[in-house]
């Protein structure tokens, strides 16, 4: 029927969908706003490599999609990637043997002729991004264990289809006796903090930065106990 739009379904991530979770992480990835026509960060398999590649590759288990299509023949519109040990997804993103070859890799063999905007930009990001949320005592890293990095392209939210990707990862992790998850995002990011409230999560730290050169923000920490 004309005009009918397809329903989204929410299933475990495959390899299949990483070319979707390439473009879903530029289309959303500057603070939930889309990267086009900014020109900032025109390498988007560089983006991804930085910010969603390694859930996925590493820990496929905790990761799932919202998908729009026949079921074989599906697109991914929507993502939710995690880990059970984010001290360990850390560890793996500053390691070269771990993670970072791989941005290396791309930086030096094609980004920094093809895309040199996209070069410069890597390297002011430097190196991981995880923010130690634990100042507050009330907070305590060993609670908070997992941590998750979430997107969905924004003619898709408001489907309910980002309730339910946050409540496939939550599902696993009580499964597994995770005690606790955690996030970061930013104030920049209006959409995402709000859901983030709905769902259960409580901010528990706040801190000025600016991650994208001339876009100051405060960085948002919160924390969900399982």
Same mark, same amino acid.
């Given at each position: 029927?004309?005009?009918?739009?397809?329903?989204?379904?929410?299933?475990?991530?495959?390899?299949?969908?990483? %070319?979707?979770?390439?473009?879903?992480?530029?289309?959303?990835?500057?603070?939930?706003?889309?990267?086009?026509?900014?020109?900032?960060?025109?390498?988007? /398999?560089?983006?991804?490599?930085?910010?969603?590649?390694?859930?996925?590759?590493?820990?496929?288990?905790?990761?799932?999609? #919202?998908? %729009?299509?026949? #079921?074989?023949?599906?697109?991914?519109?929507?993502?939710?990637?995690?880990?059970?040990? =984010?001290?360990?997804? =850390?560890?793996?993103? /500053?390691?070269?043997?771990?993670?970072?070859?791989?941005?290396?890799?791309?930086?030096? =063999?094609?980004?920094?002729?093809?895309?040199?905007?996209?070069?410069?930009?890597?390297?002011?990001?430097?190196?991981?991004?995880? %923010?130690?949320?634990?100042?507050?005592?009330?907070?305590?890293?060993?609670?908070?264990?997992?941590?998750?990095?979430?997107?969905?392209?924004?003619?898709?939210?408001?489907?309910?289809?980002?309730?339910?990707?946050?409540?496939?990862?939550?599902?696993?992790?009580?499964?597994?006796?995770?005690?606790?998850?955690?996030?970061?995002?930013?104030?920049?990011?209006? /959409?995402?903090?709000?859901?983030?409230?709905?769902?259960?999560?409580?901010?528990?730290?706040?801190?000025?930065?600016?991650?994208? /050169?001339?876009?100051?923000?405060?960085?948002?920490?919160?924390?969900?106990?399982?």
């Amino acid at each position: 029927m004309a005009g009918t739009v397809e329903p989204i379904r929410v299933i475990p991530y495959e390899r299949r969908f990483e %070319r979707d979770l390439v473009e879903i992480c530029w289309r959303t990835g500057l603070m939930g706003e889309t990267l086009e026509g900014t020109g900032r960060f025109e390498d988007r /398999k560089l983006f991804a490599l930085r910010f969603v590649l390694q859930f996925p590759r590493t820990w496929p288990d905790t990761c799932w999609v #919202a998908v %729009r299509g026949e #079921a074989g023949r599906e697109r991914a519109v929507g993502y939710i990637v995690g880990t059970v040990d =984010a001290k360990a997804q =850390a560890r793996a993103a /500053k390691s070269f043997f771990g993670w970072r070859w791989r941005i290396l890799l791309r930086l030096y =063999a094609l980004t920094w002729w093809r895309h040199p905007e996209s070069f410069r930009q890597s390297r002011s990001f430097g190196g991981s991004r995880a %923010r130690e949320i634990w100042a507050d005592p009330e907070y305590r890293e060993t609670d908070y264990p997992a941590c998750l990095h979430m997107n969905l392209l924004p003619d898709c939210q408001g489907q309910g289809a980002g309730t339910r990707l946050m409540a496939a990862l939550i599902e696993e992790l009580r499964r597994r006796g995770v005690p606790g998850l955690h996030l970061g995002t930013s104030d920049r990011n209006v /959409k995402a903090v709000p859901f983030y409230k709905k769902m259960g999560f409580r901010l528990v730290r706040e801190t000025e930065g600016e991650f994208w /050169k001339g876009a100051p923000a405060h960085g948002l920490d919160f924390a969900l106990k399982l």
